[in-house]
């Protein structure tokens, strides 16, 4: 229910487990969206059940968040949106570390390497408002997270969830830990699979995948203010696209981090936090595992590509505390490479030896300063300044061996007051960050800006800067909040898709962007068991270099939710609704998605329900698109020819039509 996460976004009632553990107690809830829990950040435990039943990836959680939208191409492993704004500007981490995909075109978006609920926390925070986590991050930054254990003399603990629905769908979860006050071992395992889902047509959309995560942490923590963390981990799957040419049939993925921290160090210096983090994916694209070759046709023969990235990044901070003022300072670093192989025929890829053709390196320095000027006014800015620089190794390139580089200053500022005569909040921000090309706008163009020899010779960094603002109410019956922004893009980089005699490029160009939007809420507890809430969200974006729309733009979207909970149980009902968009840049986009025709609007109806068995155990049901509506939508790829699509008339791929699920979530 909307509103059991509105009207307390970060509640999570704890009692003391055995052994001195604190075990978190399930709440009798379903969370089908979820509100901010300070001035542009939303704080959220992704292990609560959602609804729609998510994909096993982090951007279809992240939708529940309003201002986040997702490209589509059926099934999982979308790549997410917030506010229209897509790739590194916004600024993904994974327990403090970045993993990059490797795929040419983002078939392994950095989120279909993260399953939410094998996480702790998700933070979001919106606009270029924050300089501690890294470069680019200038639509937004979100961290999932996994908090440290905390035992008191030796015990354990057990997390599991399980969870099945309609089209083949099952997943399971296990999070089990161990340890006592010095230290603690713990075990995150996931898998995800599905079948191919029918839409509200009843027609099939390829879409089936088949995921597993497993991560090992090992902590020391020789006294309360110690930290030391060891994390070990891999994952694999694989996933087939309706609305792509070849599907992924390995996402190979492995990750070590060690992480230290060190509280209380003084009357000034009161903390110190350092990591050091390396994360590798090996990617697999062909058309012949999960889908037939047609035989005819650029894409009728068995092919295959295989392409890796691998990345290596470190970051160092420390926080000083004076009476009224709070500074975080630190520097990171970061490096990563990529790589390719492939051919033509089936498995062409192995033996091959590999052919490196990029990397990367940035080293930046942040400090981030909160003045709390009085009781009710808070004055929070930032700065930091980076390197960064990028070698093209491709063999056949006119700029093969060149190396570019650029400096990028960033920051921002942001005064927040609680204002005395309501229980509110109102803030006010202005930032400003300087993002260098990513692998994806340097090397998957076929052409750069015309004049020049292709776009790592000729893209530059984008500027953006962004006005944000809003206001945040809450007593003990209303929770409402409103936010908005407006904003100038300086060198956005924009792709143009082209076709000639059968054949498509892509051209990568720098144009001047306005952009503007919120988003708005609120959740009224009508008694003491009813409770009523609604979102809305709204994008607007313009290239203000040739006149026209903004393209991958998400249209207004709205939920209205309404609940009855009971001692420990509850139903609830989620009505969402999505408007046309009519303002498009037909042939325009990025380097997934572009914008190929209008769309028209619709409205999806759900239910869902959930029973507190006891502390322990609880049980969660929901039927998704009830009246079995067939719609798609806005931003999503258009259907394949090699699953039957009409190629000379792109068609969208359909959402899933009623879908049933239900789940099983246990504590102990």
């Known amino acids: 229910m909307l509103c059991g996460s509105l009207l307390s976004p970060l509640a999570l009632a704890v009692e003391p487990g055995p052994e001195g ?6 709440s009798p809830t379903v969370i089908t969206a979820i509100a901010p829990s300070s001035p542009l950040t939303v704080v959220t435990n992704p292990k609560d059940p959602r609804q729609p039943v998510p994909a096993s990836d982090g951007a279809d959680y992240l939708k529940t968040i309003p201002g986040f939208s997702a490209i589509r191409s059926g099934g999982t492993n979308g790549d997410p949106v917030l506010r229209g704004m897509f790739g590194s500007r916004l600024n993904i981490l994974t327990n403090g570390g970045v993993m990059l995909g490797a795929c040419p075109n983002r078939m392994d978006a950095p989120t279909s390497y993260i399953s939410p609920e094998t996480y702790d926390r998700l933070t979001v925070i919106k606009g270029p408002q924050s300089v501690i986590w890294g470069p680019g991050g200038s639509a937004g930054t979100i961290l999932f997270e996994r908090e440290p254990e905390k035992f008191g003399t030796l015990g354990s603990r057990v997390n599991a969830s399980l969870l099945a629905g309609s089209n083949g769908r099952f997943d399971k979860v296990l999070d089990a830990a161990a340890g006592n006050s010095q230290a603690y071992a713990r075990f995150v395992g996931n898998q995800s699979r599905s079948d191919d889902y029918k839409d509200g047509n009843g027609d099939t959309v390829p879409s089936r995948w088949d995921k597993w995560n497993g991560d090992v942490t090992l902590g020391w923590t020789p006294d309360t203010d110690t930290l030391l963390e060891l994390t070990a981990g891999k994952g694999d799957g694989e996933a087939r696209y309706a609305g792509r040419g070849m599907d ?5 993925r492995e990750s070590l981090g060690l992480r230290f921290e060190k509280s209380n160090l003084g009357e000034v210096l009161d903390k110190i936090e350092a990591q050091v983090y390396y994360n590798y994916a090996d990617h697999v694209m062909d058309n012949y595992s999960l889908r037939t070759p047609s035989g005819s046709g650029m894409m009728g023969m068995p092919m295959v590509s295989n392409v890796d990235r691998r990345t290596l990044g470190a970051r160092i901070k420390a926080t000083w505390r004076w009476a009224d003022v709070q500074l975080i300072s630190g520097i990171d670093a970061q490096t990563n490479e990529h ?10 890829h192995k033996g091959k030896p590999w052919t490196k053709d990029a990397d990367f390196h940035n080293y930046g320095v942040f400090s981030e300063l909160t003045w709390y000027a009085t009781g009710e006014d808070r004055l929070i800015s930032g700065a930091r300044l980076d390197r960064a620089s990028a070698r093209d190794f491709r063999q056949a390139s006119a700029t093969n061996g060149d190396t570019r580089a650029d400096t990028l200053p960033s920051g921002f500022i942001r005064y927040e007051h609680d204002l005395a005569s309501i229980p509110a909040t109102s803030y006010i921000g202005l930032g400003h960050a300087q993002r260098f090309p990513d692998y ?3 090397f998957s163009p076929t052409n750069g800006p015309r004049g020049s020899v292709n776009a790592f010779d000729s893209i530059k960094p984008e500027k953006t800067t962004q006005l944000d603002f809003g206001i945040q109410y809450q007593d003990e019956r209303l929770q409402a909040w409103a936010s908005g922004y407006v904003g100038q893009i300086r060198d956005y980089i924009l792709f143009d898709y082209r076709s000639m005699m059968g054949m498509s490029s892509t051209q990568a160009q720098n144009i001047d962007a306005r952009i503007m939007g919120g988003e708005l809420g609120a959740a009224y507890k009508l008694d003491e068991n009813w409770k009523a809430d609604a979102t809305l969200a709204y994008a607007w974006g313009k290239n203000s270099s040739d006149g026209k729309a903004l393209p991958q733009m998400p249209p207004l979207e709205s939920r209205l939710g309404l609940s009855y909970s009971r001692d420990t149980w509850s139903v609830g009902a ?3 609704l999505v408007a046309a968009q009519n303002r498009i840049a037909e042939n325009q986009g990025n380097v ?4 190929y025709e209008k769309s028209g609007g619709f409205g999806v109806f ?11 155990l609880k049980l969660s049901a929901g039927v ?6 067939a719609y798609a939508e806005h931003l999503n790829l258009a259907g394949n020819a090699g699953f039957g699509y009409p190629a000379a008339d792109p068609q969208p791929v359909n959402e899933p039509g009623r879908t049933f699920w239900t789940k099983v979530d246990f504590s102990f």
């Open 21 to 26: 553990h604190d075990t978190p107690e399930l």
């Open 248 to 252: 992924g049939s390995q996402f190979k």
């Open 339 to 348: 790589r390719k192989r492939g051919g033509m025929g089936v498995d062409a």
């Open 440 to 442: 994806w706008e340097l």
């Open 574 to 576: 989620l009505w969402r």
């Open 592 to 595: 997934v998605g572009k914008d």
């Open 606 to 616: 759900s239910l869902n329900g959930a029973y507190k068995v006891n502390h322990n």
């Open 624 to 629: 998704d698109n009830l009246f079995d509506k």
